[in-house]
């Protein structure tokens, strides 16, 4: 079937844009998860989502972002006002109900000239 | 208490022999380890994964040792290839109100020389 999808693969902002980045899980999972992957570092957690409960948010570095998720199935994350750190690759992982493993999907780079 | 320490940062292998990326962690309530293989411009892929109740687990060229005493564990690749070069993350979670989320390590770029 259909992994995780993500739109769009490439975004060039300039700093002090609002950026959408979108993520399309893979059909039937009820955990959506955001990771921010900078230049030589490891995957930082940022918010996950399951089913209708309230999301996750521990792992978002400021208010700037946010996410929500619509109809249990599509998630948008919003950047405001992006600033320079923000560049990064942006990865949405899925998993199915109490399941540990996630699924990742392709990410969506961010430069934020 | 929430990180995972991966290393080496690099590691460079001839074909066909073994590669070794340890992993360690402070936080005992970690109950499942995953390790993930990114190829570049991809997302990551899982590739083997293990709960703490057990000590090694092998799928096809790939092992996890797991050593709950320590803290610590380690992906083992036999028979090293160059498709497999790639970064590889090691990962910890625990259930946390239900949420599952990963603490990666901060990855490990893997060449395989032909």
């Known amino acids: 079937g259909a992994g995780v999808s993500q739109s769009p693969s490439n975004k060039v902002t300039e700093k002090g844009k609002d950026v959408e980045l979108r993520c399309d899980p893979i059909?039937?999972?009820?955990?959506l998860y955001w990771y921010r992957q900078s230049l030589g570092q490891g995957l930082e957690f940022l918010i996950y989502?399951?089913?209708?409960?309230?999301?996750?948010k521990s792992g978002l570095p400021s208010d700037r972002f946010s996410a929500e998720r619509t109809g249990g199935s599509v998630s948008t994350l919003t950047i405001q006002r992006t600033q320079q750190e923000d560049s990064a690759v942006y990865l949405c992982?899925?998993?199915?109900?109490?399941?540990?493993?996630?699924?990742f999907g392709p990410g969506t780079r961010l430069t934020v000239t | 208490q929430q990180q995972v320490k991966q290393s080496p940062q690099s590691l460079i292998v001839q074909k066909g022999g073994i590669s070794i990326i340890n992993c360690a962690y402070e936080?005992?309530?970690?109950?499942?380890f995953p390790w993930y293989q990114q190829f570049p411009g991809k997302g990551p892929a899982l590739l083997i994964a293990?709960?703490?109740?057990?000590s090694e687990k092998k799928e096809g060229r790939f092992t996890i040792s797991f050593n709950k005493s320590a803290k610590q564990f380690s992906l083992h690749i036999m028979d090293s290839q160059p498709g497999d070069s790639a970064t590889y993350f090691c990962?910890?979670?625990?259930?946390?109100?239900?949420?599952?989320?990963?603490?990666f390590g901060t990855g490990t770029r893997l060449k395989v020389l032909a």
């Open positions: 992982a899925s998993s199915s109900v109490g399941g540990r493993e996630q699924y």
């Open positions: 059909s039937g999972h009820t955990a």
């Open positions: 989502f399951q089913g209708n409960s309230a999301p996750d």
């Open positions: 936080n005992t309530a970690f109950d499942y």
């Open positions: 293990i709960r703490p109740d057990v």
């Open positions: 990962a910890a979670s625990m259930s946390t109100s239900g949420t599952y989320k990963y603490i």
